[in-house]
Nanobody, 119 residues
């Protein structure tokens, strides 16, 4: 089992920056990918960015590419999402997800952290 705890959300204005953090605990040796997803009111959860735990290879959704950056600190079993030039449409609950080396997709989730961007 892997436990994930997000932090760093809040209320910001359009154009501001914000950094989200996700700390993993438990069977962290089994991590294969960690990622950020988001869910806006009335919409389905969507992929934002992911990072491979061993190689640090990153993948980004087109909607946030060049504005958001995902990176990790292996020593702290943490992944971060640096968000810049925030827009009102970035308003959502942001979730951290983890995939283990067993594969099968993102099976571990945090509780989510709210990001609200005012215009």
């Amino acid at each position: 089992q892997v436990q994930l705890v997000e932090s760093g959300g809040g209320l910001v204005q359009a154009g501001d920056s914000l950094r989200l953090s996700c700390a993993a605990s438990g069977r962290t040796a089994s991590l294969r990918h960690m990622a950020w997803f988001r869910q806006a009111p009335g919409k389905e959860r969507e992929f934002v960015a992911s990072i491979a735990w061993s190689t640090a290879v990153t993948i980004y959704a087109k909607s946030i590419k060049d504005r958001f950056s995902i990176f990790k600190d292996t020593s702290r079993n943490s992944v971060f999402l640096q968000m810049t030039s925030l827009k009102p449409e970035d308003t959502a609950v942001y979730y951290c997800g983890a995939e283990s080396t067993l594969g099968g997709g993102y099976e571990y989730w945090g509780q989510g952290t709210q990001v609200t961007v005012s215009s």
